[in-house]
């Protein structure tokens, strides 16, 4: 059975499979590759899809949707035929004809697809994705981000050194930016940063309203389907630039010939509101990665309106080096999509590539707002880029007398007040009769690879409820399955037995020193732990390979009672390692203070563990 790599996209969609040890790019009926994101409704006939139902956006204005995907997961409503269709609905009618492309290519059933999604797609988007899918025949396995799809096609692309990346995935109506280290055989998302309503769609608005500016026009005023030809020459005279020159715009409108001239420099003012909200984007990720542009080994620019030469301008003199554009950077990712779908097919010439992602935004429960107004706040459990799986313990006490039960909402984003957030389920669960502040529950967070929640109460009395917030739902044994599968990721590295017991020998080694040796012993405690709660998997690896060999020096130090192995060499590799993950400024200080804190630091965690943390956080 095939499966088949899906770039849902904005404006132009693309299906992708794996044959006979490549990448194909599957046709549509026209011959072309990229499939207009259009549904149109024509009258005694019924629809229409793709390029044909494009062309009519302009001339049936009121019977034609695209950009639908937009409002994905909101209860926009678009008006076709007579009846109404969700966003949901329309996708789901672009990928039933996706999946018929493609099995007239491959002549053959197609039921799995791997489909793309912005990175800043929340839970509800995420979930109609899946079952526009569903609706169309398609079992969907696992969404993967855009900008992951494409740093996994750029990274099989350009071999196998180590590289920081940015991927700009800029498209018709959104920015997807998303920090992104590869090593070895995995592609490591360390941190994410979009805006879902950011695109070349608000750049084409921006020309729309110049050329009426310019023309004297009143564009609220205008008639839909005169602004639908603005709009659609403003594209036009939008992509002609970007080829260079400038482009002069011509259209009667409604009896009267309008012009204007479109040239690099207007475009470039006509569009600084939206490098404004670009700057904040990358400030934003750069903060979230813990990271400098400095760091950046490459800026990747993907997505249809990355042709643009005045966005390479602003990202150039925004970042201080010129960015790379991909020869198809429209799609790029359908391309990593179709190498994600080979994979999970174990195609041979694949080699296996871990692809690890962040959650994308907060996840957290609902407590009682401490100022006493009467709206609950957001205690977050899982911070927005989070690398996955992730997993967080905390306690929260009761807020009333005598409290018969809690009750655990479950929400999701970046709102203060819960009612701003995305609203997930809830678990209840009873509590010992105490007075407020006495009784209390241990709530657990543990979010996986595939964007599933397992939230789990237990009660002082040890009694324990859970919940599983999944994208689809589960039949009762893929609930037992994933319960399971979670509970083997709930340990954090440093909580991992392999790792606890590496840490309890460097403590030994370290009781049982003094003075310089024992100094250096605790930098490399304090080097080691860092690198364990880091929650990157690079720094994790380095941390568990350095340790290995320090441990096997103090070891054969021990041993030979050979003191000299531990001047000089074990702490040149240090510190280089150190400088490779990049956040290690205090450890690189080899004078002892910081080393004994961190050695405290870690003699704490190891108190505190299994007690979860001190949430003080109350549930209504
Ligand atoms: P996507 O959602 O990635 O398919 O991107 C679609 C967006 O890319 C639309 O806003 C298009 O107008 C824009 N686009 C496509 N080709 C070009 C081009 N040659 N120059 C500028 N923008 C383009």
Redesign the pocket.
């Known amino acids: 059975m095939a499966i088949i790599g899906i770039?849902l996209?904005?404006?132009?969609?693309l299906a992708v499979c794996w044959r006979d040890g490549r990448l194909e790019l599957i046709p549509c009926e026209d011959g072309e590759v990229?499939f207009p994101?259009v549904v149109g409704y024509v009258g005694g006939e019924g629809f229409l899809l793709g390029a044909a139902a494009k062309e009519r956006l302009l001339t049936h204005p009121s019977d034609t949707v695209g950009s639908f995907k937009c409002f994905m997961g909101t209860a926009k409503e678009y008006r076709l035929g007579g009846r109404t269709y969700t966003p949901m609905e329309l996708s789901a009618m672009v990928l039933e004809r996706l999946k018929r492309n493609a099995q007239r290519l491959l002549q053959e059933e197609i039921e799995e697809a791997i489909v793309t999604v912005p990175a800043y797609f929340n839970d509800k988007q995420r979930s109609d994705t899946k079952k526009a899918a569903q609706v169309a025949g398609l079992k969907v396995e696992r969404l993967i981000n855009e900008p992951s799809a494409a740093a996994l096609a750029y990274r099989m692309a350009m071999g196998e050194e180590d590289r920081t990346l940015i991927i700009f995935?800029?498209?018709?109506?959104?920015l997807d930016l998303s920090y992104v280290e590869c090593f070895d055989n995995v592609i490591e998302i360390v941190a994410v940063a979009g805006d879902n309503h950011l695109?070349?769609?608000d750049?084409?608005r921006a020309i729309q309203s110049y050329f009426c500016r310019e023309n004297a026009l009143a564009e609220e005023a205008l008639p839909l389907e005169a602004l639908a030809r603005i709009r659609h020459l403003a594209?036009q005279s939008?992509?002609a630039?970007?080829?260079g020159g400038h482009a002069d715009m011509e259209l009667t409108v409604e009896g009267r010939t309008c012009r204007a001239r479109l040239t690099e420099d207007i475009l470039f003012e006509l569009c600084m509101p939206l490098f404004e909200k670009m700057k904040q984007l990358f400030l934003h990720l750069l903060e979230d990665a813990d990271s400098r542009v400095s760091q950046i080994d490459d800026l990747v620019m993907?997505?249809?309106?990355?042709?643009?030469g005045v966005v390479r301008r602003f990202l150039a003199e925004l970042l201080g080096k010129e960015p790379v554009v991909l020869d198809q950077?429209?799609r790029v990712?359908a391309l990593g999509a179709g190498i994600y779908a080979g994979i999970r097919r174990r195609g041979e010439e694949i080699r296996d590539m871990l692809l690890t992602d962040v959650c994308p935004f907060t996840l957290g429960i609902g407590v009682r707002n401490r100022s006493g107004q009467d709206k609950n706040v957001l205690s977050p459990m899982i911070e927005r880029n989070s690398t996955l799986p992730a997993s967080c313990r905390n306690r929260f006490v009761t807020t009333s007398d005598y409290q018969r039960e809690i009750l655990v909402k479950i929400y999701q984003g970046e709102e203060y007040y819960v009612d701003d957030n995305v609203y997930l389920g809830e678990v209840a669960i009873e509590v010992a009769l105490k007075p407020a502040g006495q009784a209390w529950v241990d709530v657990q967070f543990t979010y996986d690879i595939n964007g599933i929640l397992h939230v789990s109460v237990e009660n002082e009395m040890g009694e324990r409820r859970q919940i599983l917030l999944a994208n689809q739902a589960l039949t009762a044994e893929e609930l037992e399955r994933y319960t399971k599968e979670m509970e083997k990721i709930m340990l954090p590295p440093i909580e991992q037995p392999a790792n606890r017991e590496m840490l309890a020998r460097f403590l030994a080694y370290f009781e049982n020193s003094t003075g310089e040796r024992r100094e250096r012993i605790g930098a490399m405690i304090g080097y080691v732990t860092r690198g364990l709660c880091s929650g990157r998997k690079k720094a994790v690896r380095n941390a568990q390979e350095n340790a290995r060999a320090w441990l096997n020096m103090l070891e054969e130090a021990q041993e030979t009672k050979e003191e000299r192995l531990f001047d000089g060499r074990a702490f040149e590799s240090w510190e280089e390692e150190d400088e490779d993950w990049g956040d290690g400024e205090e450890s690189r200080d080899s004078e002892g203070e910081e080393q004994d804190d961190r050695v405290e630091d870690w003699n704490s965690r190891k108190e505190n563990r299994g007690e979860g943390g001190e949430g003080d956080g109350d549930e209504e």
């Open positions: 770039d996209g904005t404006t132009n969609s990229l994101s995935d800029f498209g018709g109506g959104t695109g070349g769609d750049i084409d594209e939008k992509r630039l970007s080829a993907v997505g249809g309106s990355s042709r643009l950077t429209d990712v």
